[in-house]
């Protein structure tokens, strides 16, 4: 099966810019997930979408990000405007359900960098 | 906020060595997964265990889940140049499907 397809995979901005980026996650996959990777860190979950719907964005920045699943397939995630603390790889995961042990697959990422 | 803290943080070892990489927490997870991420891509589900004291082995990789659920080890035997990447490890609570990722150990092996 195809895996979850992220682009652009590169991404460079000046601070305030805006920018977005898109996630395809696996074919009937209901969960999608959107995390931010900091160099060195481990990644932190930003939202969770089941279907077209917001499971959890506790940790999403609303503010100044803004995510949507509409048809409840793909979506996109926004940041305007971007900060110089938002340079990370941004990752897409998907999952079959969101429950139980369901395991995550992972894009490779948008790797952001704030000029 | 539930935290996993890696030890140790970066590690540089030679073929054939062995190693053990530690993942711990204050809290009670009910299961915990290993992943192994190398650069540019995105990280990949290496196992899941759930029950406290469970033990698996996947070919040099054999992972243990502490008896309280707040702890794991990964211990990698006779490691290859393969083996190098961020492994990191994520804890979930209850059912919820949310993941709670740890700081990351880099690991790499030279010849």
């Known amino acids: 099966e195809a895996g979850v397809a992220q682009s652009p995979r590169y991404k460079i901005i000046e601070k305030r810019q805006s920018v977005a980026f898109w996630c395809n996650p696996i074919s009937g996959h209901a969960t999608l997930y959107w995390y931010q990777q900091i160099l060195g860190q481990g990644p932190k979950l930003l939202i969770q979408f089941q279907n077209n719907g917001v499971v959890d964005d506790s940790q999403l920045p609303k503010d100044r990000f803004s995510a949507e699943r509409l048809k409840g397939v793909d979506s996109t995630l926004k940041i305007q405007p971007a900060k110089l603390e938002d340079s990370a790889v941004y990752l897409c995961a998907s999952s079959r359900t969101g429950t139980d042990n369901q395991p995550q697959h992972f894009g490779d990422g948008t790797r952001l960098s704030i000029l | 906020t539930q935290l996993l803290e890696q030890s140790p943080q970066f590690l540089s070892i030679q073929e054939g060595e062995n190693l053990t990489v530690y993942c711990n927490s204050s809290s009670v997870f009910s299961s915990l997964q290993w992943y192994r991420q190398e650069p540019g891509e995105g990280p990949v589900l290496l196992v899941t265990v759930v029950t406290g004291g469970e033990v698996k082995k996947l070919k040099r990789l054999t992972f243990q889940f502490g008896d309280a659920r707040k702890d794991s080890s990964l211990h990698i035997t006779a490691a290859q140049p393969g083996d190098t990447g961020l492994y990191l490890c994520?804890?979930?609570?209850?059912?919820?499907?949310?993941?709670?990722f740890g700081t990351g150990t880099r690991l790499q092996v030279t010849l």
């Open positions: 994520a804890g979930r609570t209850g059912t919820a499907s949310k993941l709670t």
